[in-house]
Nanobody, 120 residues
Framework: QVQLVESGGGLVQAGDSLRLTCTGSGSTINTLFMSWFRQAPGQERVYVAG?????????IYGESAKGRFTISRDDSKKMLYLQMNSLKPEDTAVYYC????????????WGQGTQVTVSS
């Protein structure tokens, strides 16, 4: 059984930084198949960061994260991180960790989410 738990969210000022952590459990977890998503109120859930399936292990980022966020991992500890710098009010959302057990594009396991709120 797979379980994902996010932590590290909070209320910050614009320009501040946060580091989110996803802690996984379950023998099938591979952090290369884990990604970060976010969802703001009234908006669709969007991709934030993950790892390429074509250029193996290369980090990839959604447009809003490029140049400001950094994804990293520790596969031995089954942990995934998202360092978020230069936060903007538009980054306010619930951030989710997800795992694709098949290694493809279907994310079949999700954490409960952690709230990030950025004030002006």
């Amino acid at each position: 059984q797979v379980q994902l738990v996010e932590s590290g969210g909070g209320l910050v000022q614009a320009g501040d930084s946060l580091r989110l952590t996803c802690t996984g459990s379950g023998s099938t977890i591979n952090t290369l198949f884990m990604s970060w998503f976010r969802q703001a109120p009234g908006q669709e859930r969007v991709y934030v960061a993950g790892f390429s399936r074509t250029i193996w292990k290369s980090p990839i980022y959604g447009e809003s994260a490029k140049g400001r966020f950094t994804i990293s991992r520790d596969d031995s500890k089954k942990m995934l991180y998202l360092q978020m710098n230069s936060l903007k009010p538009e980054d306010t959302a619930v951030y989710y960790c997800a795992f694709a057990s098949s290694g493809g594009g279907t994310y079949d396991y999700w954490g409960q989410g952690t709230q990030v709120t950025v004030s002006s």
